[in-house]
């Protein structure tokens, strides 16, 4: 983005982001709809502790209320776990395959954003989170890729952590928009997102200079090859033609990411 040229403010950020919807609880009505007490005690399970039952109190409570609290390292033991497993896999362990396997990665994924605020000094791993989070809700499809959308643009206004978090979760939130926007009318509103997350990446970069564009911010990426791979998808191969007006500067991200 061009210094001065989208979102300089919170309340130009605030804009920006606004026909995203942003929303904590933007996926929770689809939780409780696709996610069952068998899924909530195999995530509660994933660590092989006798802390399991306990877990499973706590995740069968969100699930119901849409209401998450922090401050306990237990049930973030078995999110994060369930965080790494590769639904594409038949027969993961722990978490599940297929789509039952992308609805279990994404409710694990989920929480943890939805921790981030409370649970600031768990920042570390966040940028994987992320990373998985938007395959599977790309994999899950349109109608759970825009909640996705809503979440994680109420995460950036809520609380989108230091520098290297914010690039990161821009460039999220503009994967999402990429992949569910194409029509002419969002050109322009594409092209200004693709900016912002430029802008967000220059600023994370001051403190890491020489590395590889974002993913060389913020140290080491885990799942550096699922960014590329979201990137190629999204950004360079389109299932739908990127509007015009935005085509330049999408495929050039796209690039940057990926690389050639």
Known sequence: MREGSAADS???????????????????ALFQSEIDAPMCLEIAEADYSNMAEHCHVLLDRILATGRVDGGDPSLREVLELIRWSEANEPGWRPGGDGTRGHWMRLFACVLLVRLGPVEKASYG???????????????????????????????FLAD????????????????LAAYLESGKDRGAWLKRLAEWVEEQEARARKEWPGQQWLLGVGGYCQKEAVWR????????????????EADEELRLLGLLVAGE
């Open 10 to 28: 919170p309340f130009e950020t605030e804009q920006l982001l606004g026909p995203l919807q942003p929303d904590e609880n933007a996926l929770t």
């Open 125 to 155: 791993g966040e940028t994987d989170t992320l990373a998985q989070l938007v395959a599977s809700a790309m994999e899950l499809g349109p109608s759970t890729a825009r909640a996705a959308a809503g979440l994680l643009a109420w995460r």
């Open 160 to 175: 989108p952590g230091d520098d290297a978090h914010r690039a990161f979760l821009a460039f999220a939130i503009l994967l």
């Open 229 to 244: 791979s979201l990137a190629e998808r999204v950004l360079l191969s389109p299932a739908r033609p990127h509007p015009r």
